[in-house]
């Protein structure tokens, strides 16, 4: 009975990086280890972080241009020239068991020297489910939907009520004076 003589396997390469990665790790612990501190100041830190996030913004958007508040250019929307948001609401009751598709409706409008910029309309009080609102929109001075590009003064509701019992039905519009 021949015995195969016995060769020896010299390591692989991943052996060898398995192990230098080890003692690495080992000596890496060691060099920065819980008493290690750090040269770098907290103020050059968050120096090097914005200018690295400067550099990615630059990268992302070439062309953003972002004004200070220092240096607002004339004709700028600020908010001394912007003034003050309010809310105007109009309610109406719409009896219970409404057969009629169209429903109720209410406007609610802004002060004659105000602007709409947006609104809505909700259902007051009650928790009934059979409650729809059916259109929440903006509107003119006749009621009629904005043509594109027309600027508005008043937000229309209308709803319909298959409870039996009365639902209020509230329009809000929201005013720039």
Do not use: H
């Not at 200018?51 to 929307?77: F, M, S």
């Not at 928790?127 to 508005?152: C, E, H, M, Y």
């Amino acid at each position: 009975m021949n015995r195969l003589p016995r060769v020896r396997n010299a390591p692989t390469s991943v052996v060898v990086v398995v192990v230098l990665a080890l003692i690495a790790t080992v000596a890496g612990t060691a060099v920065a280890g819980p008493g290690a501190t750090s040269s770098i100041s907290q103020t050059k830190t968050k120096r090097i972080a914005k200018k690295q996030a400067n550099k990615q913004i630059k990268k992302k958007a070439p062309n953003l241009k972002v004004a200070r508040a220092d240096t607002v250019v004339d004709g700028a929307v600020t908010a001394t020239k912007l003034g003050t948001i309010v809310s105007r609401t109009a309610s109406t009751v719409i009896a219970g068991n409404t057969v009629d598709p169209v429903g109720g409706a209410t406007t609610a409008s802004c002060a004659a020297s105000e602007r709409a910029i947006g609104g809505g309309a909700r259902w007051l009080g009650g928790s009934s489910l059979d409650v729809q609102i059916k259109a929440s929109r903006p509107a003119t001075g006749n009621g009629d939907a904005p043509v594109n590009g027309a600027t508005f003064t008043r937000w229309r509701a209308t709803g319909l009520n298959r409870d039996p019992a009365p639902q209020t039905l509230e329009a809000y519009v929201v005013c720039l004076q």
